[in-house]
């Protein structure tokens, strides 16, 4: 993504990652990964693996509010509502 190529994150990845994120993740929260967002009724699995790693799904990490929070890591949650 970060090079304007599609994700290589496919579902069947998905339900194989989210079993390691949620061994590994907690530990990292606050330096290496960002406080989980609320999961919702709609998630697929890549979607539910995004949100558990602290990231909102569909949103491309070089738009201007990702840039922002670049910039500003204080505002993070700022994007995330």
């Known amino acids: 993504m970060a090079a304007g190529r599609p994700s290589p994150l496919n579902a069947d990845l998905s339900e194989r990652l989210l079993p390691v ?8 929260r606050g330096f290496a990964c960002a406080p989980a ?6 998630d697929d699995a890549t979607a539910a693996l995004l949100r558990y790693l602290g990231r909102a799904p569909g949103v491309d990490p070089l738009s201007r509010p990702a840039a922002a929070v670049l910039r500003d890591p204080g505002r993070a949650l700022e994007w995330t509502r």
């Open 21 to 28: 994120a949620e061994a590994i993740a907690e530990p990292l």
């Open 37 to 42: 967002l609320d999961p919702r009724p709609a």
